[in-house]
């Protein structure tokens, strides 16, 4: 027993004695934790596999950056308006996604931080889309990247255009409203349409390139509304003949769906024009469809579509712009961008990304790639509420037959510019 607490004891006293020599060596030198920054990224909600990617994405970021955290926020309802107060109220993210609609007014408001100052040429600003990346510019400044983009494209339905025995998709406006009466059944013969040739979705949003296609314009230099001349009515016009008189074409309405691509998936219209959103809601929605993708066909000879895009911009009021930065390029940096669109729901904006994931060559997608050499882009000036809205309200009012298409437009013109002039 004296043994071993004589041992116990010599144990304590040599562990005491190691400790105080240890007081004399030196420390051991460790790295110190570098500082964390954290920036808010703030979006509209998207659909849950959106989500998912976009976390995914941004966890890429973080693993690759540990001296820099995300905080990404969603705002569900209101996004602009939402997006406008905390600008206002200096309370906005850092990042955010702004869409090209919105583009003009923010830009000219002196709350987004320019980014030349930041690209270098490692970035690579020339393999953007030229037509997507001057959309973010104004008095040759760039204030946004886009991250990804859409054209619209003709959507049609393969064993429809079989049984009409159609082999090719139409080229021409002429071509399709001809198709259009081929494609338009009454299966039961009772004065019922079961399938309407061509889906007909009748926003502006749609017809902007008709109105260009006859030298029309929507806005002019100062934002104002202009489309109620006759250049932009022979565009339009061509809607309501189809509609009224051939009654090959139908509204979403008329049919009891909420969408074009819902109707074109339900078989109640061969045709519908659409953008690179309905591939994947059409194959998982309806996955024995069997439809292509073709090139909208010219209209008056013009080849012509729409161009939806979106950035990623900077708050001029971040405190953490290098940080931001560097969120922003590497979302829209070649990495980041092919991990957000490898999945295919988006096209990249980037010309080296779209020809690695082979978009091009993409029996689907290709038609959406080629249409952003000769696009309309979806921007209408400082103020498109305005504009979009009126213009929406009074069309289909001129499509249902309630008043002429001159009537209808001379009042949404009228109606925008009113409106206008007491926000300008």
């Not at 990346?133 to 064993?159: C, E, H, M, V, W």
């Not at 008056?300 to 290098?322: D, E, I, L, R």
Request: aromatic letters at 10%; glycine letters at 6%.
């Amino acid at each position: 027993m004296r043994k071993t607490v004589f041992n116990f004891l010599g144990l304590v006293v040599a562990i005491a004695l190691s400790v105080v020599g240890c007081n004399h060596l030196p420390l051991p030198t460790t790295t110190p934790v570098a500082d964390v920054t954290t920036i808010k990224l703030s979006g509209w909600g998207a659909s849950p596999s959106e989500q998912r990617l976009l976390k995914s994405v941004l966890q890429d970021f973080e693993v690759q950056h540990p001296h820099i955290k995300v905080k990404y926020e969603v705002i569900a309802d209101q996004y602009m308006d939402v997006m406008k107060t905390r600008l206002v109220g200096e309370a906005a993210p850092d990042v955010f996604y702004l869409d090209a609609l919105e583009a003009p007014f923010l830009m000219s408001q002196n709350v987004l931080e320019p980014l030349d100052g930041y690209i270098k040429p490692e970035f690579d600003l020339p393999d953007f889309e030229e037509t997507l990346l001057n959309i973010f510019k104004q008095n040759n400044r760039i204030y946004g990247l886009p991250k990804d983009y859409s054209t619209l494209a003709l959507f049609y339905n393969k064993q429809a255009f079989a049984n009409a025995g159609i082999e090719n998709p139409p080229t021409t406006w002429e071509e399709l409203r001809s198709y259009a009466k081929l494609l338009t059944k009454d299966t039961n013969k009772d004065g019922r349409i079961d399938q309407y040739g061509f889906g007909e979705t009748p926003e502006l949003a749609r017809q902007a390139y008709k109105i260009k296609a006859f030298g029309g314009k929507v806005v002019d230099p100062n934002s104002r509304a202009t489309f109620a001349n006759q250049s932009a009515l022979k565009g339009l016009q061509l809607v309501l003949d189809q509609y009224q008189k051939e009654r090959s074409s139908a509204q979403k309405t008329d049919v009891g769906t909420n969408s074009g691509s819902e109707m074109f998936g339900q078989g109640k219209a061969a045709m519908v024009i659409e953008g690179n959103w309905a591939i994947p809601f059409l194959k998982e929605t309806f996955p024995k469809l069997d439809f292509a993708i073709a090139e909208i066909p010219k209209v008056n000879n013009q080849s012509g579509t729409m161009v939806f895009t979106v950035a990623y911009v900077m708050n001029k009021q971040s405190k953490h712009k290098p940080e931001a930065w560097e969120l922003i390029s590497y979302l829209t940096g070649k990495e980041g961008m092919q991990k957000w669109t490898g999945t295919g729901f988006a096209l990249p904006t980037r010309k080296s990304v779209a020809a690695n994931l082979g978009y091009d060559q993409d029996p689907l997608r290709s038609s959406l790639v080629a249409g952003v050499n000769y696009g309309t882009p979806w921007q209408m000036g400082k103020f498109p509420a305005a504009i979009v809205n009126s213009f929406d309200n009074q069309f289909i009012s001129a499509m249902l037959g309630e008043q002429s298409l001159l009537q209808a437009m001379q009042r949404a013109q009228n109606q925008a510019n009113q409106l206008i002039k007491t926000l300008d």
